[in-house]
Nanobody, 123 residues
Framework: QVQLVESGGGLVQAGGSLRLSCAAS????????MGWFRQAPGKEREFVSG???????SYADSVKGRFTVSGDNAKNTVYLQMNSLKPDDTAVYYC?????????????????WGQGTQVTVSS
């Protein structure tokens, strides 16, 4: 079983940047497809970004061009670089892992989840 721990959230002004990290307790990201999700109050959890086992990345339209996902297999860590942040980006951000090859967009397809990290963007 994989344990995921997110970090890097915080309070930032609109237009600012944050980098989230997701560290795995065991295993390597070459064994899992990874996803980043977020959940704002009163809303459903939504897909933000993903990286397949081959390293192919994907993004939600709402973050494309502003967010970048990357990974460091040696550190068992996946990152989400978030630039040009907007108040609408305010949410709890989660990383997730699934045993398949592809980073699907539905939360139900992921087996392992981190505890989440709060990102708040002020206007």
């Amino acid at each position: 079983q994989v344990q995921l721990v997110e970090s890097g959230g915080g309070l930032v002004q609109a237009g600012g940047s944050l980098r989230l990290s997701c560290a795995a307790s065991r295993g390597t990201f070459s064994s899992y497809a990874m996803g980043w999700f977020r959940q704002a109050p009163g809303k459903e959890r939504e897909f933000v970004s993903g990286v397949n086992r081959r390293g192919t990345t994907s993004y939600a339209d709402s973050v494309k061009g502003r967010f970048t996902v990357s990974g460091d297999n040696a550190k068992n860590t996946v990152y989400l670089q978030m630039n040009s942040l907007k108040p609408d980006d305010t949410a709890v951000y989660y990383c997730a892992a699934r045993s398949g090859s592809y980073a699907y967009i539905l939360p139900r397809d992921y087996e392992y989840w981190g505890q989440g990290t709060q990102v708040t963007v002020s206007s």
